[in-house]
């Protein structure tokens, strides 16, 4: 009988859990196609997360319900082909596991048959605990994310910071302790008081992973599409950009179609 050798990932979820011991910061970077998870992995980023915001920057959707989870097999596929070292994270979209977790142990079932991901990422606390024991029962790696949740906009009606109020902020710290509990191997928590954020990494023995968090967390994630200056219109306070690739990527676009109309291109030098 023939045995298929298979490439094993550098960073596991073990890994993962000896860089917050250590001290080493997690880098963490949403990815939704096989080109740019190739270029981010071979820069050395830790974890790739297979966001529901692709229903944003990739579909154009206003916010990130639309998106099913056909769409983010499609994009977690991709991904994972693109990726030699990165664990590769997913989120399980809106509607995939709330309230269900029978539904949920399925989602996340097909999610990790189907593109090969490592782990699946659930929005929410105490309210999905059935969903993430269920999942984490078939011996898929849950992440969390607490604080802002976007699956839930409608709800909150807001994008602003969440837990400044001392009830929300117990809730969370309360929350993450019954994650942790449950097994989920870090929690990825958005747009919360810095202090709030260093309190859960402190008291937590999983990594945190922040998102206009502070810097007193276990690590930091990013929408690469920010990150690079691919969007224009999105400016929270907690985003640096690296690049400013609007610019450049319509500049050569506009210097081709100029170069097109004026004959410039192709050249005979550019043809056979």
Do not use: W
């Amino acid at each position: 009988m023939s045995v298929q050798k298979r490439e094993v990932k550098i960073i596991t979820t073990h890994q993962l859990q000896s860089m917050k011991v250590r001290g080493e910061k997690i880098s963490m970077l949403t990815a939704y196609d096989f080109s740019m998870a190739t270029l981010l992995d071979a820069a050395g980023t830790d974890v790739l997360l297979v966001g529901d915001s692709a229903s944003n920057v990739m579909a154009g959707h206003e916010t990130t319900l639309p998106i099913t989870l056909d769409q983010m097999i499609y994009h977690a596929s991709s991904v994972v082909r693109g990726v030699k070292r990165a664990f590769v994270v997913v989120d399980l979209p809106f509607g995939s596991y709330q309230g269900n977790s029978s539904e949920a142990l399925r989602s996340a079932i097909r999610i990790m048959k189907e593109s090969g991901a490592h782990g699946v990422k659930l929005e929410g606390g105490e309210e999905i605990k059935d969903s993430i024991t269920r999942i984490l029962s078939a011996g898929v790696p849950v992440m969390g994310h607490l604080g802002l949740t976007p699956q839930s906009i409608y709800k909150f009606g807001t994008y602003s910071v969440r837990a400044k109020e001392e009830a929300e902020a117990e809730k969370l710290l309360s929350d993450a302790r019954i994650l942790q509990e449950l097994g989920c191997f870090a929690i990825v928590l958005e747009k919360i008081p810095s202090a709030l954020a260093k309190r859960v990494a402190e008291e937590l023995e999983i990594p945190i992973i922040g998102i206009g968090a502070g810097p007193h967390v276990d690590g930091q994630v990013l929408v690469i599409h920010d990150l690079l200056g691919i969007t224009k219109e999105f400016k929270p306070r907690f985003l640096r950009r690296y690049a400013e690739l609007h610019e450049i990527i319509t500049g050569a676009v506009s210097n081709y179609i100029q170069d097109v109309k004026s004959l410039n291109f192709p050249t005979e030098e550019e043809a056979y």
